[in-house]
């Protein structure tokens, strides 16, 4: 139990364009969603956390203008880079809390998405 | 603010010999949880084990046991008898009962040798 999955696995975009990393708890409802991003060689950074149907709450230093979080739903959770810019390459991890029969403070993570802008 | 510090960038372990990853944290909280994440190289995190302030027994995981030092804030892991796929980045992580954010220390990288 507890699967978070994560998609895509891997993208690449033009400078400019826009891109959306989804996150899905796939056997549990997940009240909370994170997302992390991580440099080569270096540790998980959070970015934003959120709750289902609330706007979400980013982290000191990260533009919410230019990472949009959604969280729709209990399951589902996106992070969509907006005009994307070469600084912006960076591993994206999101995890998940929630569901009746897990622990009430662990986070389950995805598997990351690699995301690389030319 | 809370912090937490891993003081080895790097280490490591012949097989099935034992290792221990040293972990600091520093907060004012009492209650507070502390983790230990394993990331291979296929980036998955993966839980390794988890310990409640308020328990005093460290916590157990088969091979895998952590040295809870709550007065001196210090949650190191052992492994024993060390495998090959142990070869990992290890994070140790702190959350307060309170913010529900996980903090993570900078890693350690750990290569096991046959």
């Known amino acids: 139990g507890a699967v978070v999955s994560q998609h895509p696995s891997r993208v690449i975009c033009k400078s400019g364009t826009s891109v959306k990393i989804e996150c899905r708890s796939l056997d549990f409802q997940a009240t909370t969603m994170f997302w992390y991003r991580q440099f080569p060689k270096q540790s998980l950074m959070l970015m934003a956390t959120?709750?289902?149907?609330?706007?979400?709450?980013?982290e000191q230093g990260v533009e919410k203008d230019k990472f949009l979080i959604n969280h729709a739903s209990l399951t589902l959770s996106t992070l969509t880079v907006t005009s994307a810019h070469p600084e912006d390459s960076s591993f994206y991890i999101c995890?998940?809390?929630?569901?009746?029969?897990?622990?009430?403070?662990?986070?389950?993570f995805g598997p990351g998405t690699r995301l690389t802008v030319t | 603010a809370q912090t937490v510090t891993q003081s080895q960038p790097e280490m490591s372990v012949q097989e099935a010999e034992t290792v221990t990853l040293s972990c600091t944290y520093d907060t004012s909280e009492s209650n507070y949880y502390l983790f230990w994440y394993k990331q291979p190289p296929s980036r998955q995190m993966i839980l390794v084990i988890r310990?409640?302030?308020?328990?005093?027994q460290n916590a157990t995981e088969n091979r895998f046991s952590v040295n809870f030092q709550k007065a001196a804030k210090s949650f190191s892991l052992k492994i024993s008898d060390s495998q090959l796929g142990d070869t990992a980045m290890y994070f140790c992580a702190f959350m307060t009962h309170n913010t529900d954010k996980l903090i993570f220390g900078t890693g350690t990288r750990l290569q096991v040798f046959p």
């Open positions: 959120s709750n289902e149907g609330s706007k979400a709450t980013y």
């Open positions: 995890s998940a809390r929630g569901g009746a029969e897990n622990s009430p403070y662990e986070q389950y």
């Open positions: 310990q409640e302030a308020y328990k005093q």
